[in-house]
């Protein structure tokens, strides 16, 4: 029996609540990005999360716990090996990442690689070097408006990220060229999980800023994912953000592209009020790209002060026929050493004016329950060869 008419899962990217207990194999000994975040504050004012239960999941220095939350939760550890945001998207709906994708940090891509960028696109490569986007557009923005010469860099994702000015450079040929990459970057020896086109604009240091005109060529998913189950049964599949990109498209049957996670948020909020049956999937990338990389912890909370604003406006549009799902894809401590994800548990908070009880529902092993719980309520089984178990029960919400 189909419990929910739809459901919501918001994945606020990058919102991790401790070091998982292989961290120190990634380098992330001590990560904590929530709890970081909160050390390092003054205050915290998030009462629709702390309504939530987010405060009964985790310990936060000015958020007190609640006796009666509206929620359920529960911590998520990745069964999959990597901390990046396609492999934590993919194990939500199913997916379990055993190989991680290649990575290019130390030395930055090879010469064979880059040789035939060159020559494919006509453009001279600059940069190849593991850097921080805002901070490599200041070092070579100038250059490449001068020469036409193309930024190109990486970071410990798997990841190839290729700058271009909006002005002079031109976003089609920034698109272009990152189609190009993708193609290339599809042989086994350099193969990586996304190719991310990173428009800017300005004249000079100091003047450049990045637009929301990104565009994600990621792989396709290895294998049939739960969204593929439920666009193959007809059931609407909704992606905000950059979900689209993560997934290449697949099992997708509408996109939302956003601006910002507060502009995120509104989408949803706007998409509470249409009447669709099946899954909105959202990210919200500010957390991450704004916030964690650029090692933040004061813009990183205001962001989640933002988000929990936007929270209340939405769950006032939730009806009894719907459910919410809200939950993270890694970690990414702005208090922690290096700018790069950390390997971390993810919390994973449901709510519906539907639930007649709440609680805690202790510790899983993979994010793969979240997909497992969507296919579920709707009736559906998993693919073939997918992980992960429904946190329904057979005789009650949960």
């Known amino acids: 029996m189909e419990r929910f008419q739809r459901i919501f899962v918001i994945v606020m990217d990058s919102l991790g609540i401790g070091a998982m207990s292989d961290a120190a194999d990634y380098g992330d000994t001590g990560a904590d990005t929530l709890g970081h975040i909160s050390e390092v504050s003054n205050t915290f004012y998030i009462p629709n999360l702390q309504s939530l239960g987010l405060a009964n999941l985790k310990h936060l220095k000015q958020v007190d716990a609640v006796e009666n939350p509206l929620g359920y939760y529960a911590v998520l550890n990745e069964a999959s090996a990597s901390k990046d945001t396609m492999t934590g998207h993919w194990e939500m709906m199913g997916l379990k990442v055993e190989t991680p994708f290649k990575t290019f940090t130390e030395k930055g891509f090879p010469k064979e690689l880059i040789e035939e960028l060159e020559r494919r696109t006509g453009h001279k490569v600059i940069g190849n070097k593991s850097a921080s986007g805002t901070e490599i557009i200041e070092e070579l923005g100038e250059e490449e408006i001068a020469t036409g010469n193309m930024i190109v860099y990486t970071s410990a994702d798997s990841v190839m990220q290729i700058c271009g000015n909006e002005e002079t450079f031109g976003l089609q040929e920034l698109y272009r060229c990152c189609e190009i990459a993708r193609e290339l970057t599809m042989k086994e020896e350099w193969r990586v999980g996304r190719v991310i086109a990173r428009p800017y604009v300005g ?132 208090t922690y050493k290096g700018t790069d994800h950390t390997r971390e548990q993810v919390p994973l908070i449901m709510y519906s004016p539907a639930f007649e009880s709440h609680g805690n529902l202790g510790e899983m092993d993979t994010f793969a329950v979240i997909g497992a719980t969507i296919a579920d309520n709707f009736g559906l089984e998993m693919p073939k060869g997918a992980i992960g178990h429904s946190l329904f029960t057979g005789d009650g919400i949960l």
């Not at 000079?204 to 800023?209: I, S, T, W």
């Open 203 to 334: 004249k000079k240091r100091g003047e450049f800023k990045r637009t929301s005109n990104r565009h994600d060529y990621a792989l396709k998913p290895f294998a049939p994912t739960v969204l593929n189950v439920l666009k193959d049964s007809g059931f609407d599949v909704i992606s905000i953000g950059k979900i689209v990109d993560i997934f290449a498209q697949e099992g997708i049957t509408r996109a939302e592209r956003s601006q910002s996670s507060v502009h995120g948020m509104e989408q949803t909020i706007s998409m509470a009020d249409e009447d669709f049956h099946g899954l909105c999937y959202v990210n919200l990338v500010d957390f991450d790209a704004l916030w964690g990389h650029r090692r933040n912890p004061q813009g990183y909370r205001e962001e989640i002060e933002k988000f929990d604003v936007k929270l209340g406006e939405f769950l006032k549009h939730m009806t009894s026929k719907d459910m919410l799902m809200i939950t993270a894809d890694h970690g990414n401590d702005p």
